[in-house]
């Protein structure tokens, strides 16, 4: 008789697969908008045509600009004026610490932040100077000078004070772009910082009544508490985050979620805190999983040669 | 009493009390299998070994798994995904197994229908298996409520919603079911009871009563012949192992139930280390919000069929077709009126048809039933919907007509 295993093996295998490629690949393509990366180019965003120079830039910021009015510069001996919730009540959101922000965000994406923060951050939806809906960050007018070149300066400032992009950990870009609207329980992080460990539960209740009212300030600023993003690398995937961050108004339209303007090397690292957070077993995964596979091929050619010793004397 | 006498040996003092020999030979050394068998024919063996994965692994999973609606997401994916040592690992076995076990019980039905293997005294085997498929079912929806994401919320919200029964409004029953107005603690916890407890009792039940099922009529071949067992056996057992129809199930039909077993746990495995996503929907790792409802509300891949036969008519229709479909693979060996016990190719062009437009129509509704219901996917599932009622309508007319082989 025929052996007709192998075709039977090739039917099953067939419409195995076909019910696979329509109920995943398939459908997930017609549920959910594609949206392609574009490598944190920031192309609509003008490029920075002046050489800046950092003394200028840093009497700038700390003069003129005005900048330190709102925000700390830690690495510049400029602490933070007010407590994050105190803030929040101010401003919606706690404006964030300078020192970094040079290593973290595209200098083109600070450049037109300084100058007109709701057009780089895209969210002029929401605020528009013309209904006098203004966004908490007022833009920069200008010293007197030139404007192009005052930028200039303040972002090279920024830069020439900032660690080494190299040296930005994976939690310290999630921190900076992330965490002061979204909380990561489970590192124990929450927008008002990580919480440390208390000895007494009374400052512990009084540390997470801060939170609570940071998280009402930001729940009017954005019109609800921005999800924590524990399990975010889980319950999205990785293109949909960079993609996201990158453009939230090419996934969701008309969203108060800001573009942060991180680099594209920033955004790598972001991504990488989140796997940390929701993803932590990755690598003993891969680990284990290579060992199981040697495993269970192993046991299957055992398998194979046993049934064909047995069926020796079967046929 | 039985008269004992002082044991020669320990298999000798097992035999007195529990004629452990005599166990054997009915379980597996003289437990008869045809040869004329090929591997689908494993695919019982296969689900012995994913629903031992799914029981081992839900074990430690259950020791730290916490039924409140408050700590459930938390003790999922924090406790276990990341504080308990491998409870990742449980956690993806678990979740693919569940998934999985579907597509060998579907293989497994199928092989059934197209061998013929309900029919003529084989009847038990399949009711039982039915059976079995609905306590299935409901273990993977009461587990799946469990992790107390999005996707268990708002489909655990939807399907008990169907019990209202559409314009009957019988909304005091959905009420019952809950415990509640929505899924709240009460109906985590029943949910959870039925999950670890009621649902595997009655599982491993119905899985002893499959196997008797078997007992008697045998296991059916790929030829759909009818062997002495009797007289094929004592050919066996008087040596011409190559002459005789038949094999003992172990370790003959065993080894070859291994080799199988073998090749599938290397994809098995694949899947648990390399391709899980789809065992596992995204969106239920967003803790449930019943504020929120997710974009698209989907069942898991292997309800989608019965879904889609709901979705494309008016609510009362539609749960009414929903409610056929649920229970009509069970009336197989009755709706099926032809003497043949022969593959669904030999049976004659109209039943070969029934047989493959059955199972691409399957396919069909299943993939309509996950894709979101606009033009054309609605108009396909309906038309498929239709079809799938239709065929079951007109088998006993074409199994009626057809000729004997």
Known sequence: MKNKEPIILVVVVFFSLLTYYLVEPYAHHVMHKHVDSENFAYADLPAITKTGDATRGGELVMGAGACVGCHAIEAAGMPAAMEPQMAAASYGVNPPDLSNAGAIYDAKFLADLIKNPAHALKVEHKFDANKGQMHPMVGFYGAGGDIDQEVADMVTYLQSIAISPADVTPAMAFENACGRCHAMNYENWTQIGTKPKFKHEKDSLAFDIKVLEYQDSIKSYMGKLPPDLSMYIRSRNEQFISTFVENPQSHLAGTAMPRTGVTADSMEKVIEHMKNAGDTKRHERAEVGKNVMIYVIIFAIFALLWKKQVWRDLH | ?405
């Open chain 2, 1 to 405: 009493m039985a008269h004992f006498t002082k044991a020669t040996s320990v298999k000798d003092w097992l035999n007195q009390r529990l004629a452990v020999e005599k166990v054997e030979k009915v379980m597996a050394s003289e437990y008869w299998i045809p040869k004329n068998i090929n591997f689908l024919w494993a695919m019982g063996m296969v689900l012995v070994i994913t629903f031992a994965l799914l029981l081992v692994s839900g074990i430690f999973l259950l020791m730290y798994y916490v039924p409140t609606t408050e700590e459930a997401f938390y003790s999922v994916n924090y406790t276990i995904m990341r504080e308990v040592d491998f409870g990742w690992l449980w956690r993806h076995v678990h979740g693919v197994a569940a998934s999985v076990v579907f597509l060998i019980i579907y293989i497994h039905m199928f092989t059934g229908i197209y061998y013929g293997s309900y029919k003529k005294g084989r009847e038990m085997i399949w009711i039982s298996g039915m059976l079995l498929f609905i306590a299935f079912s409901t273990e993977a929806f009461s587990g799946y409520m469990l992790p107390w994401g999005q996707m268990s919320y708002w489909a655990g919200m939807v399907i008990t919603n169907l019990f209202a029964g559409g314009s009957l409004h019988a909304d005091f029953l959905v009420e019952w079911i809950r415990g509640d107005y929505v899924p709240a603690q009460a109906f985590l916890g029943r949910f959870f009871m039925l999950h670890v407890l009621l649902v595997p009792i009655a599982i491993l039940g119905l899985i002893g009563l499959h196997f008797a099922a078997l007992r008697i009529p045998h296991v059916n071949n790929q030829d759909g012949e009818e062997i002495d067992f009797d007289a094929e056996s004592k050919k066996y057992l008087d040596g011409d192992k190559a002459g005789s129809k038949v094999m003992r199930f172990a370790n003959d039909f065993m080894s070859k139930d291994m080799m199988v077993v073998g090749v599938y746990l290397i994809f098995f495995f694949y899947l648990v280390f390399y391709n899980y996503g789809f065992a596992m929907d995204p969106v239920n790792f967003d803790p449930a919000d019943g504020l929120k409802t997710p974009a698209h509300i989907y069942p898991e891949w292997y309800f989608l069929w019965s879904y889609e036969i709901l979705r494309p008519f008016n609510i009362d229709l539609g749960l009414a077709l929903f409610g056929f479909a649920q229970v009509i693979f069970v009336f197989l060996p009755f709706l099926d009126r032809s003497p043949n016990t022969v593959p669904a190719n030999r049976r004659g062009k109209a039943f070969a048809i029934w047989f493959w437009l059955m199972l691409v129509n399957m396919i069909v509704l299943t993939a309509m039933g996950k894709l979101p219901p606009e033009d054309p996917y609605s108009q396909v599932g309906l038309v498929a919907a239709i079809v799938f009622i239709a065929q079951w309508i007109a088998l006993p007319i074409i199994t009626s007509m057809e000729k004997k082989v």
